[in-house]
């Protein structure tokens, strides 16, 4: 599939058969994050990988926005340590771009996602760094909920080209 079919037909799916993803799939996953551009090349990111279902559910349990984690087949904290970088005025730029670079190779994989934002809402990260365990100083920016698309799921299509929204300057 090439770039443009890849953006195209990505979609958010939270409906997900109960199948754990390989670890070498994850692996490539959030190394096609680590790609993704960085203002002052800080390089902010840290990557948390979960497959533990206890994990899952638990996390499933305490995010309002997370119920499909009980049957994703892993799951990728993108993140940042607060106390080490230093431009706060790029860090959405720089996770963003890292958390669609994950999206859409999981998607060339045949594996679906859903971009669970986190950062800057800070009430969605405290319970989240007690129950995996992560240091405090870890900022939670997005969580992606990654999976394979449940047989009783029909997509339907997406039409994002609006006429309207482009303006030339010539």
Known sequence: MNTL???????????????????SDLAEIVESG?????????????????????KLNALSENLEFGKMLT???????VCF????YTDMDFIQSDLGACT?????TAHEKGI??????????????????????????TEIF????LGYQSPSLSLRDKKCVFPEKIHWIE
């Open 5 to 23: 079919e890849c953006i195209k037909t990505r979609r958010s799916i939270r409906d997900y058969i109960d199948k754990k993803i390989e670890k």
């Open 34 to 54: 680590m790609y993704a551009p960085s203002a002052h090349n800080q390089q902010p990111r840290e990557f948390y990988i979960i497959t533990d279902k206890e």
């Open 71 to 77: 049957t994703s087949g892993g799951v990728v904290l």
């Open 81 to 84: 340590d607060k106390n080490k």
């Open 100 to 104: 669609q670079n994950m999206l859409l």
């Open 112 to 137: 679906w996602s859903v971009w669970i934002g986190v950062y800057p809402l800070n009430n969605r990260d405290h319970k989240i760094n007690e129950i995996l365990n992560i240091p405090q100083q």
């Open 142 to 145: 997005s969580i992606i909920s």
